[in-house]
């Protein structure tokens, strides 16, 4: 939930709005809802049965043969992982300046950007510990996120005015090209607001009884922040006319100031700050295990395999990260976020719904101890969601999304040529370096 309510419904409710131009774009939240729920039924069945530090690169390389062309797939995940964790990251962090703008409104462009840069430094220098601390940290953030989002979702609900959410410009609803696409990058941009459901399932070989607690905190978190979304957001549009919201750059501030007044809007733009610390923290908790887990096995380079002597956590991989998403967060947000999902989708999203059936078909000797109910149904909505909003993201990031992943194949390929693995024979020994 920390990861799932940051910066992300607080700065795309403009921009979602925009994709569609109207308060229909709700409707790209539901889709998303519904996608996100299915999706997160994969992640439930995968991460319940193999909850090891890593998530997707033991899935992948289990359902597609951890001697054969898993090997490849794994890789490709880490590869993918590598440039998504900074995009993430960088994105929250360039909503953090951008909302800090609320407060300074005279700073330069250079100075929004020194912003988003120390926010990435400070949260790697906070998660430079154990997981104990870290764990009563996130706690506590935990609990200022969820306070936020109800003190606007109960001011959105006591003054809401239902005419202007139903204010529709005319034709809202025809279906042509440009609504069709409309709603699919409504969708893309609901998912990312969506995103961090499987946060656990990257540090679930550092949580207790993980056959329970991964179905839950990933199926739980989706309903209670779905629920919180679809409300908060209704209501802020029923309070700011859309014509309005959607020149915000600020909105749940502007949101609090139309009803409240500067003071409390400084308040609330304080607490969204605090909320969007706390995503960005567990964006980099979540995904500094990743190449740490790989590198263990002997499948990524070596010193990501390193814990720190006394804190024993994986201190390569923190700073790693840290520094790459510094740089990611000079970007611009809405390449972030596209660059962001469209990765997601072509190298692991799409290979990952398959992989469900193939460990379901040829590996039982894989315990299952969550079974996605009325199977195969989430799986076929998950792709079918998956699909559609990579078609609406545009030629240019699926391109960039594609090289990105032939660049990942020839990396592996030149790897595995050295260490002697699939798809060459006779080389070196199983889990050798590269």
């Not at 729920?37 to 390389?61: F, I, K, N, Q």
């Not at 104990?132 to 706690?139: E, P, Q």
């Not at 699926?398 to 020839?410: K, P, Q, S, Y």
Request: hydrophobic share 55%; proline share 6%.
């Amino acid at each position: 939930m920390l990861e799932m309510i940051g910066v992300g419904p607080f700065i795309t409710i403009p921009i979602l709005l925009a994709k569609m131009n109207g308060p229909q774009a709700i409707l790209g939240w539901l889709l998303g809802a519904v996608v996100a729920l299915c999706d997160g039924m994969v992640w439930a069945e995968l991460g319940a049965a193999m909850p090891g530090t890593g998530g997707p690169y033991h899935y992948l390389s289990e359902a597609y043969g951890p001697q054969r062309i898993g090997r490849l797939m794994s890789f490709l995940f880490i590869w993918q992982t590598m440039a998504l964790a900074p995009l993430s990251i960088g994105s929250g962090a360039v909503g953090f300046a951008q909302y800090a703008r609320f407060l300074f409104k005279d700073l330069s462009p250079l100075q929004e950007k020194l912003i988003a840069v120390s926010v990435c430094a400070l949260i790697t220098m906070l998660l430079y510990r154990d997981i104990r601390s870290v764990g009563r940290l996130s706690i506590i953030m935990w609990i200022v996120v969820v306070g936020t989002v109800l003190w606007i979702t109960a001011a959105g609900v006591m003054h809401f005015d239902p005419r202007r959410v139903l204010d529709f410009p005319q034709g809202a609803f025809t279906p042509s090209r440009s609504f069709f696409f409309g709603l699919g990058g409504a969708t893309l941009i609901a998912m990312y607001d969506y995103g961090g459901y499987n946060n656990v399932c990257f540090f679930a070989g550092e949580v207790r009884r993980p056959e329970r607690v991964i179905p839950r905190s990933i199926l739980l978190s989706i309903a209670a922040v779905a629920a919180l979304y679809l409300t908060m957001n209704v209501t802020i549009i029923g309070v700011v006319p859309w014509r309005e919201a959607i020149h915000s750059t600020a909105i749940a501030s502007d949101f609090i100031q139309r009803i409240y007044g500067a003071k409390a809007a400084g308040v609330v733009t304080i607490l969204i700050l605090w909320t969007t610390f706390a995503s960005v923290f567990a964006v980099l908790l979540g995904y500094s295990r990743v190449p740490y887990a790989a590198a263990v096995d002997g499948r990524f380079f070596r010193p990501f395999a390193r814990l720190h002597p006394s804190k024993n956590f994986p201190y390569v991989s923190v700073l790693f990260i840290g520094v790459l998403s510094m740089a990611a967060s000079l970007l611009n947000l809405d390449v972030l976020i596209n660059g962001l999902i469209v990765i997601q989708v072509l190298i692991q999203f799409m290979a990952q719904i398959f992989a469900v059936t193939l460990i379901r078909r040829k590996r039982p000797d894989i315990v299952r101890p969550f079974k996605m109910p009325l199977y195969p149904l989430p799986s076929v909505i998950a792709f079918l969601g998956w699909l559609y909003i990579l078609i609406a993201s545009g030629l240019a990031y699926i391109g960039a999304g594609l090289v990105l992943m032939m660049f990942g194949v020839a990396a592996y390929l030149w790897r595995a040529r050295g260490a002697g693995e699939w798809p060459y024979a006779g080389g070196r020994e199983e889990g050798a370096d590269a």
